[in-house]
């Protein structure tokens, strides 16, 4: 069976805050650990009422907390938004928490509205334009492979996989250079899906960590008991998807019966692009929608997307996909 994961954005319920949100994904988390799940990650989002995983590596100190072996990691720490020295202290100290438990996904995206550039105090689009020497950079202050005037410290020696995150051509292109893992956000980019893993497979170079291409694509998975109760469950990621892309993002609402069937046509389409990599529904929908997806990207692991209002539906969802591969 491919290695399944987990890709968490800790999402903040309506009627439900902070608190809350970070405790449930310490469940969820514990779930996946002991359904047989490999890595469990955390995405940047910043200044989103909705998502409470900001603070990534506070985070995954957490995480780590609430479980025991399994891999914990960034899926992905946006770099244009820090600098290569913190996040190397960050990871390194996270490798000493979690010892050989450790992914860093890096993103070229800053995946911030002006307005928190502002307050980050960063120049993101010089910032991303410097992304591969930062890459370069950071690999080389956790492995002291390249002469640096400064030590990391947590960081130098840290046993930290480094993987690059994509959904455009860049990112494939980099990993090739470099000879890096790579995942790809196929959850909500799909558009160049096919496209960047040929390139990525195409004109890869082996590395010191890495002999042959490795490719993560993600999913929307959501399963339940029958189709309808599931499509019911993913109403809920649905609506947050439609708001954030009108502009209008908040908290994680309430599933909504029929949801996608009274929405306007433009809306719609928005959804059934996304449709390449989700698949919703009873184990047996879930289980033929993960075959196809495999079967056209000859991904070596899937990473599984899906936000619930309804906590307990996530981790009932996630027993049932590996129940239904297994």
Known sequence: MIPLSVLDLVPVREGSGISEALAEAGKLAATAEEAGYKRYWVAEHHA????AGGAV???LAHIGHCTSTIRIGAGGIMLPNHNPFVIAEQFGTLDALFPGRVDLGLGRAPGAAGIVARALRKDLHRAAEQFPQ????LRALMRGDLELPITATPGLGAQVEMWMLG???FGAQLAAQLGLPYAFASHFAPDHLDAALETYRSNFRPSASLEKPHVMAAMTVIAAESDAEA?????SQDQSFVRLRSGDPGKLPPPVKDYKANLPV???AMLERLSVARTVGSPATVREGIARFVERTRADELILSGATYDPAARQHSLKLVMEALG
Request: hydrophobic content about 50%; proline content about 0%.
């Open 266 to 268: 433009s809306a719609q």
């Open 57 to 59: 590596s506070v985070v």
């Open 134 to 137: 930062d890459v370069l950079e």
């Open 231 to 235: 499509e019911l469950v993913a109403s």
């Open 48 to 51: 989103t009422a909705g998502v």
């Open 167 to 169: 959904s455009s051509l």
